[in-house]
């Protein structure tokens, strides 16, 4: 390993030598100012996963002032940051056919990794995502509610026989692997079809599996970093593999059984996403409703139907890629934003005791929630959408060029290949768009303040054809343990709780502080 790494570190540091000085030469070609993000964050930390690229992007989002665009080298990587909210609407929406792609994140070597839907290119991403699209509609999700329903009522109870254990009739846990067991048990449901134990067990196989396959160690966070600086040179020449192969093998190994018993129809037909898909390519997937599809992805499959034949992109290797996206993608985005929420919740008792209010109002004597009356929580809403704005799962949006751009308005001028980037997080925390946006304040998503800003200017999940198609899923899915939470505990923090939160930036995402203590005292009823 020590070999591997010293290999990267050196090729990296040549690599950087050698095209820092052209990154310059590209930005004066083409009339960008650059600016220089080392002032703020070494690019030695962000290679070694110290600190995060967000970073960098705020650094350049403050410093550009009221220039509508900038450039910044990342390791020799041109990027151009977007800051002015119409270029943004043109670049991920109006004109997107020229930015229809996003830059590799695995190479040759990782297949399976890079048939997911997040990491396809040009007509197969059109053409699988307007495949997989109805199976992520809120008739799909609603399907999947006694998923979440069962798993939530379970993992409560687990909290309260702590409690009941305890001393002083509470439960201390830490948050992190509290809340994962969760998700790991509802993608082991929803998505599998199976019930993975996790809760009871947190060592159980497939909890064990999920953790190596989705918590990146500081060695594959460099070679992902490498990844992204050096594309061709990691994916073609070095062959570099980011995921653990194991975990690799054996969720694979899961997928093939269960696609194989549910195309050959020798079991029960379940309402899990593996059902979905066999449906999707057997063409018996049927819209549920008028909300079938959402106006990007009513974009995106009129995109991928531009020729006149019906192909069918849903293949074994991508039906089995799409289901392992749910761990690359969405078990720890889903996992921190739960965190970051019941963090909140301890730290704000008032935010805590109003949504408690409105949840116990729909809350079913065995203590399970409707699909419907859980959409209709407005203060819910507010709440989830104010931790995604102060803590996003991803600090930055990335679209690729696939064809040369030219904006008469601004001035930009995108050369075919180069990749774009959207700080997210930096305009999160913008106070030209949210008012004292250092606070936690589920008031900046009123009515009332929602109309008064751009929509541009909250995009957690991204924004246009290219959004993330998981959204529904992880937003239900939070938002059932949170109401889970309220309605059986008073969420304190301990003595232990770091105020306010130190979460470190790694890569594009932040993390929650590591042991994260939190104070569940069961509710009197």
């Known amino acids: 390993m020590w070999l591997a790494l010293i290999s990267v570190v050196v090729i990296g540091f040549l690599a950087y030598k050698l095209l820092s000085s052209s990154s310059k030469n590209f930005f004066k070609e083409h009339g960008i100012r650059e600016i220089d993000t080392s002032k703020a964050v070494s690019q030695l930390d962000i290679f070694l996963g110290r600190k995060g690229l967000a970073l960098a992007d705020d650094y350049a989002y403050k410093t550009m002032g009221s220039d509508k665009f900038c450039g910044i080298s990342e390791m020799g990587h041109n990027l151009i940051i977007i800051k002015d909210m119409e270029l943004m609407k043109k670049i991920l929406i109006k004109d997107f056919d020229h930015f229809v792609d996003r830059r590799d994140f695995f190479s040759d070597a990782e297949i399976s990794f890079k048939k997911m839907l997040p990491s396809l290119k040009g007509d197969e991403w059109k053409g699988v995502r307007s495949s997989v699209s109805p199976t992520f509609s809120s008739g799909k999700i609603r399907r999947m509610m006694d998923c979440f329903n069962n798993v939530g009522i379970e993992w409560v109870n687990n909290f309260k026989e702590k409690a009941k254990a305890s001393p002083d009739g509470s439960a201390t846990i830490e948050a992190m692997s509290s809340v994962n067991q969760y998700t790991i048990d509802v993608i082991a449901s929803a998505v599998f079809g199976m019930q993975s ?67 050959s129809g020798s079991t029960t037909k379940r309402n899990d996403f593996l059902q979905l898909l066999v449906e999707a390519k057997k063409g018996e997937l049927k819209a549920e409703g008028n909300d079938e599809l959402n106006s990007f992805e009513k974009d995106a499959q009129i995109q991928g139907s531009e020729s006149g034949e019906k192909k069918q992109w849903l293949t074994d290797q991508i039906m089995n890629s799409q289901s392992l996206v749910f761990f690359i993608a969405g078990f720890s985005t889903t996992s921190n934003a739960i965190i970051f929420a019941a963090y909140a919740l301890a730290i704000h008792q008032d935010v805590q005791d109003r949504l408690r209010k409105e949840v116990s109002k729909i809350a079913k004597p065995d203590g399970s929630f409707d699909y419907d009356d859980l959409s209709t929580l407005v203060y819910m809403e507010m709440v989830l959408c104010e931790v995604l704005r102060k ?5 930055r949006l990335e679209r690729k060029c696939v064809k040369d751009y030219k904006d008469s308005e601004s001035g930009l001028f995108v050369p075919q290949g180069t990749t774009v980037g959207i700080p997210a997080y930096s305009i999160h925390c913008d106070p030209k768009y949210y008012e004292n946006p250092d606070k936690f304040d589920p008031e900046h998503f009123s009515p009332e303040k929602k109309a008064e800003r751009s929509p541009y200017a909250y995009m957690p999940f991204g924004i246009g054809p290219r959004n993330c198609i998981g959204m529904r899923f992880a937003l239900v899915e939070t938002k059932a343990a949170l109401a889970h939470l309220v309605n059986s505990f008073r969420i304190e923090p301990t003595k232990k709780t770091p105020i306010p939160a130190q979460g470190k930036w790694v890569g594009f995402g932040l993390l929650p502080p590591k042991g994260l203590e939190l104070k569940l005292t069961p509710l009197t009823k």
Do not use: C, H, Y
């Not at 570099?240 to 192969?245: M, N, Q, S, V, Y």
């Open 197 to 263: 134990g996790t809760i009871k067990n947190p060592q159980s196989p497939f909890a064990t599996m999920a953790a190596r396959m989705s918590e990146p160690t500081k060695w594959q966070l460099m070679k992902f970093t490498f990844f992204l600086q050096f594309p061709k040179l990691a994916s073609k020449v070095m062959k570099i593999r980011i995921i653990d192969e194991e975990a690799r093998t054996f969720f694979e190994g899961i997928l093939e059984q269960g696609l194989k018993a549910r195309m």
């Open 391 to 395: 803590f996003p799962a991803a600090a």
